[in-house]
């Protein structure tokens, strides 16, 4: 069971928008920054956003995150097939536990 | 460039010791806010974090595996090595190593295509 909550599914037509949701704690992402990745099957994570709303040079601004209190939030805006894959969100945990921690992981799927 | 990549045993028997490599190039890990961390995937499940080694001598690791985790950098051979003793088959899955780039929480910004791991008598 993963310390970060994500739905485990969502899906959306291609040129619309989703939202993908992340909870956490206040030991977490009550205190900590916020990354994203996206896995497409058989290959590595890719991260899309960091410290809650930064992209990595190259990746497009239709990705975006935000974060409010204990919870996270990934936006993609004009969806496309190829944006079908799994997201996961990710962050420190500042408990007396700690470490890096990452949530179930959403499968986003363009209808 | 960027690169790293796992490499290691494809197979392990329950209770042994598993020993894994990443070789990095494309930055040092004597560089201020950089570090190595291990991520590994079970077969159809979630990202799992195990430990990460800091350009400093720090490390940190999983609380859950702690015990069984040592994660060791070469920073002169571009290596860190993640050795995980009494393997058993939930540890069956996928191993990556990540480089850890400090915003103002590290976060992995470059990943290795990851080497799967089977653990089985």
């Known amino acids: 069971q993963s310390v970060l909550t994500q739905p485990p599914s969502v899906s959306a037509a291609p040129g619309q928008k989703v939202t993908i949701s992340c909870s956490g704690s206040?030991?977490?992402?009550?205190?900590?920054?916020v990354s994203w990745y996206q896995q497409f099957p058989g290959t590595a994570p890719k991260v899309l956003i960091y410290?809650?709303?930064n992209r990595p040079s190259g990746i497009p601004d239709r990705f975006s995150g935000s974060k409010s209190g204990t919870s996270a939030t990934l936006g993609i805006t004009g969806l496309q097939t190829g944006d079908e894959a799994d997201y996961y969100c990710?962050?420190?945990?500042?408990?007396?536990?700690?470490?890096?921690?990452f949530g179930g992981g959403t499968k986003l799927t363009v209808l | 460039q960027i690169t790293l990549k796992e490499s290691g045993p494809t197979l392990v028997k329950p209770t042994q010791t598993l020993t894994l490599t990443c070789t990095f190039s494309?930055?040092?890990?004597?560089?201020?806010?950089?570090?190595v961390g291990w991520i590994r995937q079970p077969p159809g499940k979630a990202l799992e974090w195990l430990a990460l080694?800091?350009?400093?001598?720090?490390?940190r690791y999983s609380p859950s595996l702690k015990n069984r985790l040592t994660i060791t950098k070469d920073t002169s051979k571009n290596q860190v090595v993640l050795t995980m003793t009494n393997m058993d088959p939930v540890d069956t899955g996928t191993y990556y190593c990540?480089?850890?780039?400090?915003?103002?929480?590290?976060?992995?910004?470059?990943w290795g295509q990851g080497t799967p791991v089977t653990v089985s008598s």
């Open positions: 990540a480089r850890g780039r400090r915003g103002y929480n590290y976060y992995f910004d470059y």
């Open positions: 494309g930055f040092s890990l004597s560089t201020t806010g950089v570090g």
């Open positions: 080694t800091y350009w400093d001598e720090d490390k």
């Open positions: 206040s030991s977490s992402i009550g205190r900590n920054y």
């Open positions: 410290d809650n709303n």
């Open positions: 990710g962050t420190w945990d500042s408990s007396l536990s700690g470490g890096q921690v």
